[in-house]
């Protein structure tokens, strides 16, 4: 439907505690819209992309949505991890 060009994502190790330790890994894709596009087919792939980050294990959070000011359209991006404290991980990176 669109000609996706990645921004790109990133993986890192944060320490949550002395001994335990979490992979946070965040992605993000921003996507341009061909000009023939149906809308309807266009709001479908938006919320196959928001039920990705709902339904995923391991996201604990994502966003979709416009890309203001830029050269896409669109914008997604996830955040996930290998441990449940993100939270904890987040306070620590």
Known sequence: MWPVRARGG??????????KEAIVI???????VKPDVPKAELEASLERLRRLGRELDGVQSS????DFGGEFDYGAAALGSTA??????GSRS
Not at 63 to 66: A, E, I
Not at 84 to 89: E, S, T, V
Request: proline share 11%.
């Open 10 to 19: 990133s993986a890192r190790v944060v320490e949550l505690s002395p001994d």
């Open 63 to 66: 966003v979709v949505g416009r």
């Open 26 to 32: 965040d992605h993000q894709i921003r996507p341009s």
């Open 84 to 89: 449940p404290a993100l939270a904890a991980a």
